[in-house]
């Protein structure tokens, strides 16, 4: 029995020390210097109490990028989600060229943020790109998303619809598959109403998908960082378009103040623990639908 | 059903109307990389190039280390989902199979390192990589993103499913853990191997903060930052034709690989969804 103890040790080993070393050991040490004001410079760390976490809630950065992250969240959540909803019952019914439209919706998660950042960049432009042509043919001045301060953020928010809708309504159709075909029948031969069959079958029977999809895509949006990075740089007058992430990684490796920053981090791994506590009990319970479904 | 109703027609344009709609960003990148560069800012703009110019493609990898991007991008992907499948399925199967007083405490922080951002870690991080001399190394790259607890979260669930017989037939024939491992459990997950080593390929591939934090050097970067890069420098700037061109060509052999495994992703998908690791 000795021996398999040890076989066990070495089996979770390499995976453990990693962790030891690139989670557990970080973790502890960002709350360390969320308690300094250390800028990576000076040879002595000096420890500042909870200074930082006073300047968090007074500072007005702040608050506006977690404003932001917010808003960004939401709007994607909401808007993508919504539209993929809809778009999923129409990838349920059964027609031909479906697994190509399957196909296309897609292809927007799996592109790279940074490449599709930029082609958006096009898009969006007033005097070039297919917006342009739009405004030509209409005989209007074009919308500056990107060097306005109101504006910019949509346009992130934009770009952050387009790679979740796709995703989105492949993961409801996905759900929607699910469902037992013989119940629509049965509810068609009684009579019922398309908005009827929605409302009393379809939504309850994928409420738990919705709600798990939901707390992903919220946390996942939380953590953008890409578009803004590669779109704005929280600009045109910062942090007008700026995400939560976004400030964590200028305050660190722009203004090097390291201390700050990981008060900031710490703030944010809190946020996203909440959530993702709430994720993981919602998935659980969606897991066990599955065949290939065990239990811990 | 041969004919068409008044439903599947609706269905036709909304559907139709989307794919346009998700697709649009994808035809401009390439009609973009197929301009002359007369073409670009011209007003209103063309929807279809009027002289293609195949160069561009050629020309990109001359513009900005290119060639050493791609490489550095193949490089640490493979790397890294290598590494991180073999050292999740070691883990999993130690869990899932190999007895061990109180071992649940152990799977428990494991778990938890699903809940900490990655986002948290950036400073302590990159202090870490500092002391160790490992930032603008390949090692910076790879072995940190290695260790995720997703991998054996999904491996350990499934290892649960396999039948009973399988494993207790190798123990009779005198096999070991490590051989059991190998020869019996590995094969039998081939699946599941499969779509995570996909979604390991698309984390890594695409990922953008962690290489922008561990390389300063240009020759160390990876293709998101260097298409960022490459942006900012006086040839990606204005010449948008090559961006778009360095664009595509960075995004393709995902969009491939996608379209080899399309079935099979898509088959997995609600099983695998189940944290955020997307």
Partial sequence: MRREHLIFLAFIAPNFFLFAVFTYYPILYSIALSFSGWNFLDPQIRFVGIENYLRLVQDGDFWRVLGNTLLYAVSVVLIAQGLAFLLALFLNRRMPAQPFFRTVAFTPHLTMTAAAALVWVLLLDPMQGPLSALYHAIGVEGIRFLTSSALALWAVIIVGIWKEVGFASIFFWAGLQGIDRDIYDAARVDGASPFAILRQITLPLMTPVIFFLMVSGFIQAMKTFDIVAVMTEGGPVYPASATYVYHLYKLAFRDFQAGYASALAVVFFVLIFGVTLLQIKLSQRWLYRGENSAQI | ?278
Wanted: glycine share 4%; proline share 7%; net charge positive.
């Fill in chain 2, 1 to 278: 059903m041969p004919r068409f109703n008044r439903e599947d027609i609706l269905s036709y344009i909304v559907l139709v109307t989307a794919t346009l709609l998700i697709g649009l960003p994808f035809y401009w990148m390439l009609i973009t990389a197929l301009k002359p560069i007369q073409e670009i800012a011209l007003y209103p703009p063309r929807w279809l190039p009027g002289e293609i110019r195949w160069q561009n493609f050629s020309e990109v990898w001359q513009a900005v280390p290119f060639g050493r991007f791609y490489l550095n991008s193949l490089f640490t992907t493979f790397s890294t989902c290598f590494l991180q499948l073999v050292f999740a399925g070691l883990m999993a199967y130690g869990f899932a199979f190999i007895p061990f007083p109180h071992k649940q405490v152990l799977f428990f922080l494991v778990l938890a390192t699903m809940m900490i951002p990655e986002e948290m870690k950036i400073v302590p991080n990159y202090l870490l990589l500092e002391r160790l001399g490992w930032v603008n190394t390949y090692w910076s790259l790879i072995i940190p993103p290695a260790a995720q607890g997703f991998p054996v979260f999904v491996l350990y669930m499934w290892f649960r499913t396999l039948p009973r017989d399988l494993l207790d037939a190798a123990k009779v024939d005198g096999a070991g853990h490590w051989r059991t491992f190998w020869l019996v459990v590995v094969p039998a997950s081939r699946p599941m191997v499969i779509v995570l080593t996909l979604f390991a390929f698309v984390n890594r591939w695409n990922d953008y903060l962690w290489t922008l934090i561990v390389t300063n050097k240009t020759v160390m970067r990876t293709l998101p930052v260097g298409l960022a890069y490459f942006k900012g420098t006086q040839e990606g700037g204005d010449h948008w034709n090559l961006l778009m061109a360095a664009a595509l060509l960075a995004i393709l052999p995902l969009i491939i690989l996608f379209l080899l495994l399309q079935r099979r992703i898509v088959e997995e998908l609600p099983a695998l969804h189940i944290t955020s690791n997307r």
